[in-house]
């Protein structure tokens, strides 16, 4: 198997992970009680949970993207440091930052960006871009 197939492989195999984390978190939230779907008086407990969900989701698919070695440039707290955010209109959820920084096939490193829509647990966008600078 060539390194290109080899590079493939890999990015659909953490695809596959992350999705499987993200469903799996979604449970353990439901089982915990983040998540009350009674909505009377806990409605931010109810966004919190998922958003603790995106957030691990999130991350786990810009790494799943990654074809060689990655790092992030801070540590925990603050990887959505361009936005972090709920559409009060459609429930998206979604997140965006550019603290992460990848290394190209000749070991140069270079800083993404990248951004996570959630509209469910399921459906999801992920899009990343080299940062200029």
Known sequence: MD??????AAGIVWTIVAIA??????FIAENEGWLDRSMTGSEEQHWDGLAKIHEQSCVDL????????FRWMEDG????????????????YRYAGDKIEMMNGYGAWFRYGYRCTFRSVRDYDVDMWKVKG
Not at 3 to 8: D, I, N, P
Not at 81 to 91: A, K
């Open 3 to 8: 390194e290109g197939a080899q590079t493939s």
């Open 21 to 26: 984390a993200a469903c799996l978190l979604y």
């Open 62 to 69: 810009v790494e799943g993207r990654v074809q060689h070695r």
């Open 77 to 92: 707290h603050d990887r959505f440091n361009i936005e972090r955010s709920v559409d009060d209109r459609d429930g998206d």
